[in-house]
């Protein structure tokens, strides 16, 4: 007698790709879904020997019991994991991890996120725009073909802006310049969340002080290897505060950006490194035997 078919607990209900390497994967896991808030993020182990993904909880569905995530084939484990498809299975997740972020302002708000950090504002901006807030929406990209959620931010947002580096679409330049502009024209704005390059959070960091506005950043959008728990060792705090998404986002006042940027480069040098190939070995010819008499 058969036994049929046994249904895995951490099953794809839903793929879908924003473009060539970043990708949407849905799971129905009630226990999750219903207890994840804006900020936390889920592990998971896509096969038992392999290595365990990190990720921001990018959407909920309650009343369905799913939750979805967001990330980039960059490597050779996270494009294994792009190559899953709806109906197959992950070994194990997590979650939901980490604190949830702050949720309290019903007045102007602006929220900025470059490229992966767009999975991680929607739920944030939709958060706001429950709770009363008037939601400006900052999002930056390299191109037109890059940009992803440009509706599903526009539904949720009082105003959208979408900037290009290389000005294929929207506004030419990087969120940090939309950010100045509209800090010059809304004098009202209470608070500013960026989740983004460091450096440029950095730069989002001195405009908001500049302005006298309450400034947090994430850093939900910077991934492996730069995003090793290392590089958010951080003074006398505990390292896991500052450990790659385990903090939703941090007072900007209170991140040394330089310190910080100097790790990035490091660790950007020494993954460079290790994927170069290395030099051709010289082989120095053995000498011709002598020729005897």
Known sequence: MGYGRLVAMFTITRKQSFNEDTFLLEFRLPAIAERAMPGQYVDVHMNVDGPTFTLPIASVDREA?????????????????MMLVEGED??????PLGAPCRIDSDGKVVLIAEDLGAASLLWRARAFKEHGAHVIVVLGFDSKER???????????????????DGSFGVSGRV????????????????IVMIGRLKHMKRAAKIASDFGIDCTVSFDA????????????????????????????????SVDFEKLLARERAISKEASDESEPAPPRRVTPLPRPSQSP
């Open 65 to 81: 019991g799913t939750f979805a995530v967001v990330e980039q084939g960059r490597d050779l484990p996270s494009e294994r994991l």
């Open 147 to 165: 940009v992803f959620w440009k509706d599903e931010f526009a539904a949720v947002s009082d105003e959208l802006y979408v900037a290009t580096e």
């Open 222 to 253: 910077i991934r492996f290897p730069v995003g090793a728990p290392t590089i958010f060792d951080h003074g006398d705090d505990a390292q896991e505060a500052f450990a790659f998404a385990r903090a939703p986002e941090l007072d900007a006042e």
């Open 90 to 95: 992950v070994f194990q997740i997590r979650g």
């Open 176 to 191: 940090t310049g939309v950010l100045q502009a509209l800090c010059e024209t809304h004098k009202d704005i209470e608070r």
